[in-house]
């Protein structure tokens, strides 16, 4: 990878917006795809209000463009897409890509680095999961109200130079990244969370706090978890069950927080239920394992988003 | 039963109001117990803007009383409380009956009619089902959007000259009502419908034609619908399974409805789970018939209601 690799972002929304501009807050070379938002962008700018750190890029600062066709080959893809858009990846990744191009993607759930590698090759694939709670409010303004880590990892190999490369490129970025040996295990223990919060949060527009507030709703969320354990442990990756009670005690401490799923229902967006939810039921009966709540939310969700 | 009854309302919410403001509109002699709404109604009196014609009853037309201790002995004791009130059934209607007081319930879901049974004599107890669209707008105001009918029977026994007479007194109000030959029956009908679209409009926060539009949709209340009649065959009430196709068609031409669940869960009034959803669960447990949508749907609601 070149010294100032060429980056080009790929689903500029809330997440993308904010990763990306922070790294072309410090000097990196992004290149911004935008389609309904360029011209306000291209007008105003970007603007983020951040916990870490509010900052500012004018017009001028950013690299913007209304195809694919109009970017520069490229030596890191970033992929910030809902999952919902997967279907555009050929189209929108295709005409970035050089022998040696990596690609990275952000997205939620699971399956996205499955995909990516069945149409350009697992070789260019890294993974990565984003911690971060960070809202668009209207094209070109982001607000970042918690957390921001992000965790990459090489899909289905250990860590690599070019990983170590992306990790110190983020952290000195204002991004904290950590890198992991083994990218699935990463997956699958988020899903312990996201499963159960993202699920039931959408399902039953209800925050955090109350699916864990009465003992039944502690005893739901505790099965649909160890269902979560259950399928990793099928796919043979061997997640530790103390996730379940560690993800509890950490939402217990949480308050009324509402999944990005939950979020995506009121406002009427497309949810990430068939990466989240879906993908995981898809697994377990690949493996006959039984997981019943998690079936039945994945109908539920499928119901609400026709 | 005398000429003209004393009749104990119990509970003026919107569906109490609305009956036995019918009731009282024609003459018959009405005592309303009030509680919270007290003062406001003994000021206001009682507008009914109703789709079966407009009324008003003046301070001066109503009775009205604030403690059950406060009333004449009944000759029917017309229950119309909220089901999640039912533990103070003994403490409301004990004061009211004399040898021969007729217990009429019009309350939804199962085991109200059990439960004054239990409490009061089996042979006092009459059950009735409400079709009806009604709100209570404010103390004292209600509106009553669509339908009325009610359908009462004799719990656990053929009709009788006690049912006949009042049948023939609320169709004499402008209530249009019918007998039922089997109560049972008619609650486990009535169950058909709501069980999936009071359970799911409630947990997922969704109107009618959401849960009917897709057909993952109409797949999954179709299921619910055939767990309640497989529950009710097992009781020994032989409702017919073509109501499963009779109701779907019948939603499908209803609009964007909510159920009287949905409606109390979203302006955060106690909802009706146990007597609507708990119940059937319970009933199907006894006999062993496995029904897990239902299962689902009442844990999600626990979940909810806590």
Redo the contacts between chains.
Sequence with gaps: MPERPVIALIGAGAVGSYYGGRLAQHGQDVHFLLRSDYDLVKAKGLTVQSCAGDFRLEPGQLKLHRAPGDMPRADVVLVTLKTTANDQFEQLISPLLHDRTAILTLQNGLGNEDRLAELFGAERVIGGLAFVCINRLEPGLIRHTDYGLIKIGEFGRPITPRLRRLSDIFNASNVKCQMLENLAMGRWEKLVWNVPFNG?GA????TTD??V??E??LR?VREIMQEVVATAHAEGVMISPDLVQQNIDKTLTMGPYRSSMQIDRQVGRPMEHEAIIGEVARRARKHGVNV??IE?IY??L???S?
């Design positions: 039931l399902a039953l527009d209800a109350v699916l507030g009465s039944e709703g739901l019943p709540q039945f109908r539920l499928t119901v609400l026709k």
